[in-house]
């Protein structure tokens, strides 16, 4: 991955011009609406001295550049109870990306505080997975954070599968980081049409899902849904890929790269999406150790760590790909991150449909497995195998057990214990939205109003997995 361009925070010197836009020209600047006019322009029209000419130099060049204006982010000292104000953002609001409120502390545009409050979208999944068998599991955890339901289905069933000791299927494995990584693809393209919709741009809401759309065609042609799908299940997946999988998997590894280079053209080196996001919602290596957050957030900050590389599940130590990092902390990285990264799912999925291998799709373990469905009309005992997996499920050792996946949003954990019985006694969940959210405060004192939303998006919360 290139190297960002650096961000330049604090105050300007007067011969830095690193923030120019693109294209402007070394000599004639853009004159400062409101400051002091020069002496002598040289060059007047009819809306006042806005083009300057080329002896602009010392003050009245930093002026002009913008580099002699005072920092907005400067705190200011003493500021009394009766210059600030409270003010709620959501909970119904459409740039929360779900159902989040935010008590914002004002002095004047200036945030002084911010309080996440949450709760809204509470469903009690935890719960409920105390009810459910081992095998109906799957079908709760993928509601949670549904922008990425095979990351749930991976992280419960490894889990179950650690207390039950099977060993999956190798065709099993490979399909399940295909399946994973097209939607860590999806979930990366809704960040970035939303994203850039946030900012201004709205054009990279049609572009973003135009290329999603791609994605969700093949979920829904292999599960039978376009989300929730209840397809990675303990002991491998519910069905194999369809007739043809071959043919959709090298048509989106052929659009998919055209649309991410779109999103470069519109986005990377746009002037206003540069001023929109660089020095935005600052996070530090230290403060992502301090809050837990993880995932994309958390290497744009500099932090090299990825659950794939750290602690690989699913053989994801037999892929090759990069972790891609930052060096700033702020959206503008965690921009480029999150684009880097859609690049190396792109591999990734290219090399899981390479080395696909034959065989079975689920364990041949029959405790876990139900037989064939054309046996269930053949053999009393077939049918009656199958009817005791899907009404009583089946037993679990007593134990307990932690597993953690990278989400596309972060460290996915689920600590799972059993009793011995065919329901889990205790379902916990480390979601990453959650700890995400959390850092708000951190990232958006002392900004401005203006950038809330754009730090807000940049974090790509799903609510449905801070509320689960």
Same mark, same amino acid.
Request: a negative charge.
């Given at each position: 991955?290139?190297?960002?361009?650096?961000?330049?925070?604090?105050?300007?010197?007067?011969?830095?011009?690193?923030?120019?836009?693109?294209?402007?020209?070394?000599?004639?600047?853009?004159?400062?609406?409101?400051?002091?006019?020069?002496?002598?322009?040289?060059?007047?029209?009819?809306?006042?001295?806005?083009?300057?000419?080329?002896?602009?130099?010392?003050?009245?060049?930093?002026?002009?550049?913008?580099?002699?204006?005072?920092?907005?982010?400067?705190?200011?000292?003493?500021?009394?109870?009766?210059?600030?104000?409270?003010?709620?953002?959501?909970?119904?609001?459409?740039?929360?990306?779900?159902?989040?409120?935010?008590?914002?502390?004002?002095?004047?545009?200036?945030?002084?505080?911010?309080?996440?409050?949450?709760?809204?979208?509470?469903?009690?999944?935890?719960?409920?997975?105390?009810?459910?068998?081992?095998?109906?599991?799957?079908?709760?955890?993928?509601?949670?954070?549904?922008?990425?339901?095979?990351?749930?289905?991976?992280?419960?069933?490894?889990?179950?599968?650690?207390?039950?000791?099977?060993?999956?299927?190798?065709?099993?494995?490979?399909?399940?980081?295909?399946?994973?990584? *097209?939607?860590?693809?999806?979930?990366?393209?809704?960040?970035?049409?939303?994203?850039?919709?946030?900012?201004?741009?709205?054009?990279?809401?049609?572009?973003?899902?135009?290329?999603?759309?791609?994605?969700?065609?093949?979920?829904?042609?292999?599960?039978? *849904?376009?989300?929730?799908?209840?397809?990675?299940?303990?002991?491998?997946?519910?069905?194999?890929?369809?007739?043809?999988?071959?043919?959709?998997?090298?048509?989106?590894?052929?659009?998919?790269?055209?649309?991410?280079?779109?999103?470069?053209?519109?986005?990377?080196?746009?002037?206003?999406?540069?001023?929109?996001?660089?020095?935005?919602?600052?996070?530090?290596?230290?403060?992502?150790?301090?809050?837990?957050?993880?995932?994309?957030?958390?290497?744009?900050?500099?932090?090299?760590?990825?659950?794939?590389?750290?602690?690989?599940?699913?053989?994801?130590?037999?892929?090759?790909?990069?972790?891609?990092?930052?060096?700033?902390?702020?959206?503008?990285?965690?921009?480029?991150?999150?684009?880097?990264?859609?690049?190396?799912?792109?591999?990734?999925?290219?090399?899981?449909?390479?080395?696909?291998?034959?065989?079975?799709?689920?364990?041949?373990?029959?405790?876990?497995?139900?037989?064939?469905?054309?046996?269930?009309?053949?053999?009393?005992?077939? *049918?009656?195998?199958?009817?005791?997996?899907?009404?009583?499920?089946?037993?679990?050792?007593?134990?307990?057990?932690?597993?953690?996946?990278?989400?596309?949003?972060?460290?996915?954990?689920?600590?799972?214990?059993?009793?011995?019985?065919?329901?889990?006694?205790?379902?916990?969940?480390?979601?990453?939205?959650?700890?995400?959210?959390?850092?708000?405060?951190?990232?958006?004192?002392?900004? *401005?109003?203006?950038?809330?939303?754009?730090?807000?998006?940049?974090?790509?919360?799903?609510?449905?997995?801070?509320?689960?």
């Amino acid at each position: 991955m290139s190297n960002p361009p650096d961000i330049v925070t604090g105050e300007l010197e007067a011969a830095d011009v690193s923030r120019r836009p693109a294209g402007a020209s070394e000599h004639r600047e853009l004159w400062l609406s409101g400051t002091e006019l020069p002496p002598d322009t040289g060059r007047w029209t009819s809306e006042g001295a806005q083009e300057l000419g080329e002896d602009a130099e010392g003050e009245a060049l930093a002026t002009q550049m913008g580099a002699g204006v005072r920092d907005d982010y400067l705190e200011r000292s003493e500021v009394s109870d009766e210059e600030t104000q409270i003010i709620n953002m959501g909970p119904q609001h459409p740039a929360t990306h779900g159902v989040l409120r935010l008590n914002l502390e004002l002095d004047g545009e200036t945030i002084r505080r911010v309080k996440p409050i949450i709760g809204y979208l509470h469903t009690g999944m935890e719960k409920t997975a105390e009810t459910l068998t081992f095998a109906q599991g799957a079908t709760n955890v993928t509601r949670m954070d549904y922008l990425s339901p095979f990351h749930n289905e991976l992280a419960f069933s490894l889990a179950t599968e650690q207390l039950l000791g099977v060993d999956i299927p190798p065709r099993a494995r490979v399909i399940r980081v295909l399946m994973t990584e *097209l939607n860590r693809l999806s979930s990366h393209l809704v960040w970035v049409a939303t994203q850039g919709m946030d900012v201004g741009a709205l054009s990279m809401m049609l572009y973003g899902f135009r290329e999603r759309e791609l994605i969700l065609a093949f979920f829904e042609k292999t599960t039978g *849904l376009r989300m929730n799908h209840n397809y990675i299940r303990p002991g491998g997946v519910a069905a194999d890929l369809p007739d043809g999988w071959e043919e959709d998997v090298a048509e989106i590894l052929e659009v998919i790269p055209r649309g991410i280079a779109d999103y470069e053209t519109l986005l990377t080196e746009n002037p206003i999406f540069m001023e929109r996001t660089q020095g935005v919602g600052v996070i530090t290596p230290e403060e992502c150790h301090a809050f837990g957050v993880t995932g994309p957030n958390a290497r744009a900050a500099g932090v090299d760590w990825d659950l794939r590389k750290a602690f690989p599940y699913s053989g994801f130590e037999e892929y090759e790909f990069d972790v891609p990092t930052g060096r700033h902390g702020d959206v503008y990285d965690r921009y480029l991150v999150r684009i880097e990264e859609m690049r190396q799912s792109l591999s990734l999925v290219r090399q899981a449909a390479e080395r696909m291998p034959r065989g079975d799709y689920r364990t041949d373990d029959r405790k876990v497995t139900p037989p064939p469905r054309a046996r269930i009309d053949q053999s009393m005992e077939a *049918l009656i195998h199958h009817f005791k997996i899907f009404t009583e499920g089946f037993r679990v050792p007593e134990g307990e057990a932690y597993q953690a996946v990278e989400s596309p949003r972060g460290e996915l954990g689920m600590y799972l214990v059993s009793s011995g019985g065919a329901k889990p006694w205790r379902l916990h969940v480390r979601a990453p939205s959650f700890a995400n959210v959390q850092a708000l405060p951190v990232m958006l004192a002392d900004s *401005l109003i203006a950038d809330t939303i754009a730090t807000l998006a940049s974090l790509d919360p799903v609510l449905g997995d801070v509320d689960r």
